[in-house]
């Protein structure tokens, strides 16, 4: 069926413009400033009406922030588009040598078997009702196009001149957010924060026609750079090889982690599982040096040559771009993720008499480094490797050579690929006798069992 290419046709745009975001417009953002907030009633002066308390300034702000930091979140590219469209090309693999690009291109089969997900609430009606009925050609690259044109691939932008795509570019989104399937398997509603553990970033960035700028700043040919990305898998990526160019740990696996949820960090100091810095400083270092956005980034840390030798050759610790794209957004962006909550777990999906079995036990063997409610200590929530029993191959990767404690909350979301900040583990059961090991807890099969339930309630 050819409605997307209909749809795509008839939408097409005479100048060289991004999609438009899709999304409800809130009661706060519809009203003026003045309204958006009920006020108490007031004493007003003769000479004119009392101006807004502090406290309602605050509330305004809020609403503000939040508003601005998810239009951010999930549309905003900081003008990155300049590297995934204009140097790696990857928009010419997706549109494929019919719609002038090369290659097969993408379908919308393929875009979802690689993880990438589809805003259900951005579809007009004839294309919800076309994906009910299974009359929608998801093997069309076209309709790829005609996805991107409505802006409904969540965490991408198409940017097209004369009715053509001529760019991409990606959002936060794209990794940390997932939809509920409402619709179709990868086709629902947004769950912001959620970590997209179906993406499979390096083999997309892999169907780009080039590669040269990663060929450039590793110092390796063109070959080993799509091997390397084509070795990270399912819900994973490799922020650190920009950094140390370490593709492939001593063992042979890939060095790609596990991408991390973005919610329930409010209160939560530091954002990795190796540290680093808070919410916005990770904000800032993701934009900037791994989304490639146009903004400005400082951490004189990565001027070292002997832990981050491609950083410090590449200027990583000091970037400058004018425009900046980035640093005014840093603000709202965090208070939105830092206003995501972890999600409660499904009724049903753990036993809960068995779960308040398994609080004791964890109040008494876990929650000394797993506070309650944080699930993570407040403060400096660091250990070295040996304090958590395992090597020190990522800790190594980042500047205090330390694992986060990892807060707990919402851990349902995001069993899929394993455990720990590698998968390691491959079962929550993996992770258990792991400490119960490793601690000499001396758990029975019950105990672990009645534990295991309780992690699946938080």
């Known amino acids: 069926m050819r409605i997307l290419r209909a749809l795509a046709l008839a939408a097409a745009a005479g100048l060289f413009v991004a999609a438009a975001p899709q999304r409800p417009t809130t009661q706060s953002e519809s009203q003026s400033p ?3 907030v009920p006020s108490a009633p007031a004493l007003v002066a003769s000479h004119g009406p009392a101006k807004a308390s502090f406290d309602e300034q605050i509330e305004r702000s809020s609403r503000r922030m939040i508003a601005d930091g998810r239009q951010i979140f999930r549309y905003d590219t900081f003008g990155d588009e300049e590297f995934w469209g204009g140097s790696l090309r990857l928009h010419e693999a997706i549109a ?5 690009g090369v290659g097969a291109g993408v379908s919308p089969r393929t875009a979802l078997a690689v993880g990438l997900k589809v805003d259900a609430e951005a579809l007009p009606p004839e294309i919800v009702r076309a994906l009910r009925r299974g009359k929608l050609d998801l093997d069309d690259p076209a309709n790829t196009v005609a996805l991107l044109r409505l802006n409904s691939v969540v965490g991408v932008t198409g940017f097209f001149e004369q009715g053509k795509l001529r760019s991409v570019g990606i959002q936060c989104a794209l990794c940390h957010s997932t939809v509920d399937d ?4 990868g086709i629902g509603r947004r769950l912001d924060g959620w970590a997209n553990r179906d993406l499979n970033v390096g083999a997309i960035v892999a169907l780009s026609p080039s590669v040269q700028p990663f060929v450039d700043l590793l110092g390796v040919d063109e070959a080993t750079v799509r091997t390397v990305l084509n070795s990270w898998g399912p819900g994973k990526f490799d922020a650190a090889l920009a950094l140390d ?8 696996r890939s060095s790609a982690t596990l991408i991390p949820p973005a919610f329930g960090l409010a209160g939560v100091n530091l954002h990795t599982s190796t540290g680093w810095g808070g919410v916005s400083h990770w904000n800032a270092f993701v934009a900037n040096l791994e989304m490639h956005g146009k903004g400005t980034f400082v951490d004189r840390r990565l001027d070292d040559p002997a832990q981050f030798p491609v950083a410090a050759r590449a200027g990583f610790g000091n970037v400058r771009n004018t425009p900046d794209l980035v640093t005014s957004k840093l603000p709202a962006l965090q208070f939105y993720q830092l206003a995501i909550p972890a999600p409660k777990p499904p009724r049903g999906s753990y036993d809960l008499p068995a779960s308040r ?9 876990c929650s000394t480094c797993h506070v309650p409610p944080l699930y993570t200590e407040p403060g400096w929530n660091a250990h070295p490797p040996e304090e958590v029993g ?16 990892t807060p707990l909350a919402g851990l349902w979301t995001h069993q899929k690929g394993g455990f720990y900040h590698d998968g390691r583990f491959a079962t929550l059961r993996d992770v258990v006798d792991h ?4 601690l000499g807890l001396g758990l029975s099969e019950q105990e672990k069992r009645d534990l295991m339930e309780y992690l699946k309630s938080l």
């Open 34 to 36: 003045e309204s958006a």
């Open 182 to 185: 409402q619709l179709a398997p």
């Open 96 to 100: 494929g040598e019919q719609l002038g």
């Open 390 to 405: 395992i090597d020190g191959f990522q800790a190594d990767r980042a500047p205090d050579h330390a694992y986060r404690t």
């Open 357 to 365: 079995r398994g609080k004791q036990i964890f109040t008494a063997q």
């Open 435 to 438: 400490y119960d090991g490793f």
């Open 245 to 252: 160019g370490q593709a492939f740990q001593p063992s042979g």
